[in-house]
């Protein structure tokens, strides 16, 4: 009986899949059609190539992925939206052949509902779908509210975000540009057009809510905000954020601090901050700076790439230590090649990381990127002290 359950579960996933990407390839057809539409779609197909090696004189290691995104939105009427976005992945090469829990961690499902699933699987190549996007949007005067999977961001720096306590996402999940979405209920109020108040209850797959207030309005040219909360049922949290210009630059701070839910009268609060600054010359070359103290981070010990690299993200897990530093820079060569080089220090195990990329557009909808990742620190490599991965991929958007 378990078993015919699942199996039905897994046609039904899969008849989800195929009538969604049928019914956008046939509203893709239509789009040209002369009247007035309602809805919109979008997206993008992609190929990206991986090479990885710790040594670069021995084995390396090749994967591939190919990338197909769907946004749909449906404006029913001037007060309601229906909003569905999917991604659906093809992952094929050696990590997958010579990992056989790699499907299973792709597919982890962190939402209250389940709305990701192995499409197929082989040997060498599997298929995964999911909604990341799902949910409805009901707007009435100065009242906004969203209900199912969304992206709901409280980030006010770029790299470390310790007030988004809903979607937390790594800096290096380059490929990723719309960062994962949140099961919640979301009301916003705008008492004016600088100021509103937000109020979300989140739902996990672990059946725990994350249920926050935040405040924000605008004050001497800075945009300010402050939230209050319960996170995950186990801390209560409040927190403060900014951003604005100082000495022709933008600069932004977040603060958090989580006290435990448990022994409330017993334990100190643990805080999280991050702050940053970026300043764009004339010639357009940019310069960006961020730090991070992370409370929850270790004070010293050894750097492990597989560690850092599957670093489950929540406000309270942005990094494995407790101080991390960022700094990048940008330019455009051209209109239509841009160069960016980052780098990253870790004090505490003194891991260190680097990554240059390259971005062209080749048509108004066609790009070519290259992307490098290395990682470096004093713990050996057989340890898995070091570490580079090489990527190039061509997205196609429509």
């Known amino acids: 009986m378990k078993n015919r359950i699942k199996n039905i579960t897994i046609y039904y996933k899969l008849s989800i899949t195929i009538l ?21 779609l ?30 749909f939105n449906w404006g029913i009427n001037n007060n309601l939206t229906i909003n569905a976005q999917m ?26 509902l389940d709305m990701s699933w192995i499409v197929f699987e082989g040997k060498s190549v599997f298929m995964q779908s999911t909604f990341d996007r799902l949910f409805v949007d009901y707007n009435f005067k100065k ?35 719309e960062k994962p979405g949140s099961d919640a209920v979301r009301v916003q109020f705008y008492p004016s057009y600088s100021s509103k108040f937000d109020f979300v209850a989140k739902f996990d797959n672990n059946n725990k809510s994350t249920v926050a207030g935040l405040y924000r309005f605008n ?44 022994n409330f009268n017993d334990t100190t609060s643990t805080f999280v901050a991050s702050l940053g600054y970026d300043y764009t010359f004339k010639n357009s070359l940019m310069l960006q700076f961020e730090g991070l103290y992370n409370g929850y981070g270790k004070s010293s010990g050894d750097f492990n790439l597989q560690e850092f690299y599957f670093l489950q993200m929540s406000p309270q897990s942005l990094s ?12 455009p060569f051209t209109p239509l090649f841009t160069g960016t080089f980052s780098g990253m220090y870790n004090p505490n195990d ?18 070519l990127s290259v992307y490098t990742q290395y990682f470096t620190s004093q713990t050996p490599v057989d340890e898995g002290g070091k570490g580079a991965f090489l990527y190039w991929r061509i997205k196609w958007s429509f």
Do not use: C
């Not at 409280?154 to 979607?167: E, S």
């Not at 402050?226 to 600069?251: A, C, M, N, P, R």
């Open 87 to 112: 991604r659906n992945r093809v992952f094929y090469g050696e990590t997958v052949t010579n990992f056989p829990q790699y499907p299973d961690i792709i597919n982890q499902e962190t939402g209250y």
């Open 320 to 331: 494995l230590t407790e101080l991390s530093f960022l700094g990048q820079i940008s330019y």
């Open 143 to 177: 009242f906004q509210i969203t209900l199912g999977r969304q992206r709901i961001n409280w980030g006010q720096t770029f790299v470390w975000n310790p007030n988004d306590l809903f979607n937390s996402y790594s800096f290096f999940d380059f490929d990723y540009e």
């Open 219 to 262: 004050k001497w040219s800075y945009d300010i905000q402050f939230l209050v909360g319960y996170y995950t049922e186990t801390d209560y949290v409040l927190g403060t954020g900014f951003s604005g210009s100082l000495f022709k630059g933008g600069i932004r701070g977040e603060l958090s601090f989580f006290r435990p839910k448990d």
């Open 42 to 71: 979008n997206g993008y197909v992609k190929y990206m190539q991986t090479i990885s090696f710790q040594k670069i004189d021995e084995n390396w290691l090749t994967d591939n992925l190919l990338h197909n995104r769907l946004n």
């Open 20 to 40: 969604f990407v049928i019914f956008s390839l046939n509203i893709s057809a239509q789009e040209n059609a002369p009247k007035q539409r309602n809805w919109t």
């Open 350 to 367: 003194n891991s260190i990381y680097l990554g240059p990329s390259f971005g062209y557009s080749v048509e108004e909808n066609l790009e």
